[in-house]
Each structure stands twice: as structure tokens, then as C-alpha cells.
């Protein structure tokens, strides 16, 4: 998603360094959250965005596990 894209979903004029911060965490959410959804929260979360972007962090991370955990169950990868 491009920082021009964030503000026009959010309504929302971000500096470059603080839309830096928010990319990476859009990068490991975007397998579980689309870029509205993410942008909807993002929004709703107005002064309290640092609690936000470590919960949707919290959340990618355990979506990432669980598709990788299936995956090795699908084809019989042990750890």
C-alpha cells in the first residue's frame, strides 16, 4: 500500500517516518487483512495507534504461524 493510499483511506495526513512504521506492520498484516479492513482500524484507533499497530503485529504473527502450520501438516513437514 502507498502512504497515499493510507491517508486516503484513513482521512488522514501522516508524516513519511510514521507511515514507515505502519508499512511494516501492513506487510506482515497484508496476508491477514486487507488494506481497507487494515486502514478502517488504523482509523478508528486515532491517539492510541501504538497499542493498535502491536495488536494487528500480535495477530499477523499468529495468522503467519498457523498458515505455516498447516502448510507443514499438508505435506508432512516435520520441525
Known amino acids: 500500500m502507498l502512504q497515499s493510499e493510507y491517508e486516503a483511506l484513513t482521512g488522514k495526513p501522516i508524516e513519511a ?7 511494516r506492520v501492513y506487510m506482515v498484516a497484508s496476508d491477514a487483512i486487507g488494506k481497507e479492513d487494515f486502514c478502517k482500524a488504523m482509523k478508528k484507533a486515532n491517539s492510541d495507534t501504538t497499542c493498535l499497530i502491536y495488536d494487528l503485529t500480535k495477530q499477523a504473527e499468529r495468522f503467519q504461524t498457523m498458515a505455516r502450520e498447516a502448510k507443514q501438516r499438508e505435506f508432512g513437514i516435520r520441525t
Open 17 to 23: 517516518e510514521e507511515y514507515q512504521k505502519i508499512e
